[in-house]
């Protein structure tokens, strides 16, 4: 992980079902800083003040909605990755819409979670990598739009797709890169990034 401090977020009008998440999440990822509330007027004024990477949200709650809670953080300028958990099947497609990063229906199941949080990590982590690599001034703004792509898993064949061109000119671009850091490899390169300060 990077050196970033996760802060996740919880949020449910009932105090049992946020002691669970709570109790779940952390069992998934310890190093979290995991924080539950039941009102989102206590969430708001958190977020306000320590801008949470991820938030897990009810639904349906009395003060305003899950959704519109999310719509006041983005207002705010805060903006964790969203996870909306509820009772409730049919709100998945709002959810979807809402660009929920994930969708987990009540009662919360283990594997379900560790695998919604297990995409979170590879997020993060992306996230930070893709900042680490706008900041490198040894790439061409292509050379970086290629590593950005390579580091979240594509093939050279699929950015090459992906950016119009041939896989001939993904593949120069790839090997100028590693050069240029002195790495043989693309996963050597990668852990670089990741670890630079």
């Known amino acids: 992980m990077s050196e970033r401090k996760v802060i996740c977020l919880i949020i449910d009008d009932e105090q049992a079902a946020v002691m669970r998440m709570k109790s779940l ?3 998934i990822a310890p190093h979290w800083d995991i924080y539950g509330f039941i009102t989102c007027r206590e969430l708001i004024k958190f977020a306000g003040q320590n801008n949470p990477s ?18 006041k953080l983005h207002s705010d300028r805060i903006y964790p990755i969203p996870v909306f958990v509820t009772g409730y099947e049919h709100y998945a497609i709002k959810a979807i819409k809402e660009k929920a ?27 930070v990598i893709s900042e680490k690599i706008e900041l490198l001034d040894q790439l061409t703004v292509s050379e970086k739009k290629v590593l950005n792509l390579l580091a979240i898993g594509m093939t050279s064949k699929q950015v090459a797709e992906h950016m119009n061109l041939s896989f001939h000119t993904i593949n120069s671009h790839r090997n100028h890169i590693l050069e240029k850091f002195g790495c043989h490899t693309l996963a050597e390169l990668i852990n670089k990034i990741e670890s630079a300060h």
């Open 54 to 71: 991820v938030l897990f949200i009810d639904v349906e709650m009395p003060a305003m909605t899950g959704f519109e809670l999310l719509e």
């Open 101 to 127: 990063f994930d969708y987990i229906m009540k009662p919360v199941d283990l594997e379900e979670l560790k695998l919604t949080i297990s995409k979170i990590q590879a997020s993060l982590i992306h996230s």
């Open 25 to 27: 999440i952390g069992q």
